[in-house]
């Protein structure tokens, strides 16, 4: 592995020269904090979400999907309390005109806790800061011809409170009872005040979010099932236990509507941040809309007769800021052969590519059985295909962008009607008869035979 300080400056140069991610509008100079997800980023991304669905829905009976819509009423984030209270502290440095998150200064004179001292300007070191006020992080933009207070709209800036506001269409409709769970991703925006870190922290994202409607007094133990549930779902996609942490939060972090809150951190090049959170939302939110819209947000209990607001669980994850913790953890650097290789040790659910199909030559005759090998594996595979430089370089290539499994078709593979499969991590090879590599990848790939 390279030195931490170098792992993320290395990570981000792999990225864009393998076309995982783009700097956004780079002909034009770019555009501050947004990004491109490239030909192996968007294969990637989609991955991450599908292992998030496939836990979080395809595998469960007890939470059921939504995609509830962008653009959002204002009713719905006053009734939230999002115009209230989804702020920053912002302080503006006099000197060089920098605006920042008063809350992540550096400080001078803080003491061993960082509390006290004297917020310092990190980009020309003056203390010379305006006083702090609220920013509110929403999206404003108009719905219609006019711009005016009538026609005022916010772009959300989470996916949760659509779920919210759809509790009883879902209840209705699926007869769903407590506990049971919305899961629902999609993209949200935030007017980040310092956005930074590559994808960590950008002003549009997409999240994965999850809310697990509960009867009230069973809110404690659901709360400490999630966390465990969502800590192992990083660790079975591998990423190591020393680069994983869960962080409880103090009473004054905690959100207004929160009973108690946990965030997944990963170890990142400059220390440890939010992988995700997983608060226990309580009633806040269900109570809240139907004060606000005068419609009942509640469960009957016809068994019981009993009649009660769910407590809420949610996990909430960043789709994007995951993808950029599992390329991370996967990065490595070592030697084959006495030459140095880099390799993405990406889980094979992840991997953007699950098999890369090498004829050893661009020559004629091998061409028909290498159309015919990548026809049997793309049915049931994302193949990549690459007939062009040497193979050992085109193994290397495979070995950088993550590519579990590459199979070679050769000149004896003419007369024996088998090809080479090569593990990327090991770099071991097996000869297989064409018309068990389906069945040989599957299973190298922990899928089953």
């Not at 994007?320 to 030697?335: C, G, I, K």
Request: negative net charge; glycine residues 8%.
């Amino acid at each position: 592995m390279p030195p931490t300080e170098d792992l993320m400056e290395r990570v981000v140069n792999l990225a864009k020269r393998r076309g995982f991610v783009y700097p956004s509008a780079e002909i034009y100079g770019g555009f501050r904090s947004t990004y491109d997800y490239g030909p192996l980023g968007v294969l990637m991304l989609r991955n991450v979400k599908d292992a998030w669905w496939r836990s979080m829905v395809q595998m469960r009976t007890d939470v059921v999907g939504l995609d509830a819509a962008i653009l959002s009423s204002p009713r719905i984030w006053e009734a939230s309390g999002h115009l209230a209270n989804f702020t920053d502290p912002l302080v503006d440095c006099r000197k060089c005109k920098e605006r920042w998150r008063e809350d992540q200064l550096p400080r001078m004179g803080a003491d061993p806790n960082g509390e006290g001292g004297t917020p310092v300007c990190p980009a020309c070191g003056s203390t010379d800061l305006t006083e702090s006020r609220a920013f509110n992080l929403m999206f404003k933009t108009f719905a219609g011809p006019v711009e005016d207070e009538g026609s005022v709209a916010y772009l959300r800036p989470e996916t949760a409170q659509g779920m919210f506001v759809n509790f009883a269409n879902v209840l209705n409709t699926t007869r769903k009872r407590p506990p049971f769970g919305i899961a629902q991703m999609g993209k949200s925006f935030r007017n980040e005040i310092t956005p930074g870190n590559f994808v960590f922290r950008t002003r549009e994202f997409e999240q994965m979010e999850l809310e697990f409607f509960v009867p009230p007094e069973e809110g404690k133990k659901w709360f400490e099932y999630w966390l465990e549930e969502r800590f192992g779902w990083y660790k079975r996609l591998g990423i190591p236990d020393e680069m994983l942490r869960l962080r409880h939060h103090d009473a004054d972090e905690l959100s207004h509507y929160s009973a108690g809150t946990a965030d997944v951190e990963f170890l990142y090049p400059w220390g440890w941040g939010e992988l995700e959170g997983i608060a226990n939302r309580t009633d806040f939110d269900l109570k809240a809309h139907a004060k606000a819209s005068g419609e009942k947000l509640e469960y009957f209990d016809q068994a019981t007769g009993e009649r009660y607001v769910p407590h809420v669980i949610e996990p909430a994850a960043g789709a994007t800021r995951a993808m950029m913790a599992f390329l991370l953890a996967a990065y490595a650097e070592d030697e084959i052969g006495g030459e140095p290789r880099t390799v993405l040790r990406l889980h094979p659910e992840l991997a953007p590519y699950k098999v890369a199909v090498l004829p050893l030559s661009k020559k004629d005759t091998l061409t028909p059985v290498a159309s015919e090998v990548l026809d049997l594996l793309q049915p049931h595979f994302m193949c990549d295909y690459d007939e062009t430089q040497s193979i050992g370089r085109r193994y290397r290539r495979q070995d950088e962008i993550g590519t579990p499994l590459a199979v070679t078709i050769d000149f004896e593979s003419l007369e024996d009607r088998c090809v080479t499969i090569r593990e990327r991590d090991t770099t071991e090879q097996v000869r297989v008869p064409i018309d068990e590599v389906v069945g040989e990848v599957r299973g190298r790939l922990g899928w089953g035979a």
